[in-house]
């Protein structure tokens, strides 16, 4: 398995066994195809690839069997594959594994580890103008912004969820997913500053947005409920 054609084969089971939600079996060829592309890392940047590929998928089956501590490493080590910061398809490999460390930290309470890994997408990669590094930049900054909230720390909350809306396109395809939930955790820092006037209004705002995409549509469903909550519903 030592030539780019037989790696980049490789790369590509390695995926079809995950479609096939064969998990054992992709941990194993994983690890296989890690140690071996990490072996010819300087020949061929086939090889960087299918060590992002290894070590991603390798990450991702762990998160399907919930082993989220393991995940969380091995999102790290995807991340630290060597690339090339100009270009932007190696630049959204890494800000996706990052993001994805964060979230694995967050869902196990490793919530200052969890912004520590949003903290570094957007430091990394905040100045990115290729949409889908900057859509993993956007994810992470609201990540940051519902931590905040969940410690305790209101106002930059708000803040952070201000800067959202005001940088967010809530008809570009892109954005409006994220938009409504800056939104809804605007609305939640307000009503934490004894101001549910204002969080109404944010709310009556979020449930107005018009977009027929899953994702919009279920945040705009939080958000009518979180209306709700507050008495106007």
Known sequence: ????????????????????????????????????????????????????????????????????????????EAAATPTDPDDPDQRHEVAMALLHRGMCLDAIGETGRARDAYAEVVARFGDADDPVTRDQVVRARVN???????????EAALTAADDLRAALDPAAPLDGEQWLLASRIRAAALRA???PDE?????????????????VVEQREQAAADLAELGDG
């Open 144 to 154: 940051q912004a519902a931590g905040q909230l969940a410690d305790g720390e209101v």
């Open 1 to 76: 398995m030592s030539t780019t054609k037989d790696l980049r084969a490789t790369a590509d089971r390695l995926i079809e066994l995950h479609e096939e939600g064969d998990l054992d079996a992709v941990l194993h060829l994983a690890d296989e195809l890690a140690e071996e592309a990490g072996a010819h890392l300087d020949e061929d940047e086939v090889a960087r690839e299918s060590l992002f590929v290894a070590r991603f998928q390798r990450a991702m089956a762990l998160t399907e069997r919930q082993e989220l501590d393991a995940a969380a490493e091995a999102y790290g």
């Open 199 to 215: 969080a109404v209004a944010t709310l009556q705002q979020a449930v107005a947005l018009e977009a027929d995409d899953p994702a």
């Open 193 to 195: 500053l004894g101001r």
